[in-house]
């Protein structure tokens, strides 16, 4: 798993709810508040859980990607209902959605830092 690309692919989101807005497109509220439908949830619910199951940062990892998820679905759930305010409030720099954001960001660097230790410490 691309660690890095999990970032990125979490910080895109922000950028999705604003096209979608934009476009007045309909989100997948359901899949997308869901933390084990994308990419990093998958491998994070399972590869991740047999390799880092005992760890901290993974515990911390887990509970970081689904608090995003909630977030992120609060905010699909307002663009649905076309409560543009709201989602834009909801994705504002002091919401929950931007902590969360910020904070799984941290928690897969954090759990990066403890993929390279095992590495390290294996070879």
């Known amino acids: 798993m691309d660690l890095d690309n999990a970032i990125q692919k979490h910080a895109e989101w922000k950028f999705k709810f604003r096209q979608a807005l934009q476009n007045n ?6 899949a997308i508040s869901k933390d ?35 977030e992120a679905g609060k905010v699909a759930a307002a663009i649905n209902a076309k409560k543009m305010e709201a989602a834009e409030l909801l994705m504002a720099k002091e919401s929950q959605f931007t902590d969360v954001s910020k904070t799984v960001a941290v928690s897969i660097i954090e759990l990066k830092n403890t993929k390279h230790m095992k590495s390290a410490t294996q070879k």
């Open 36 to 70: 084990n439908n994308c990419e990093f949830g998958k491998w994070l619910h399972g590869e991740a859980k047999a390799l880092f199951g005992n760890d901290a940062s993974y515990a911390k990892c887990v509970a970081a990607h689904a608090s995003f998820h909630k």
């Open 25 to 30: 497109e309909l989100m997948d509220v359901a």
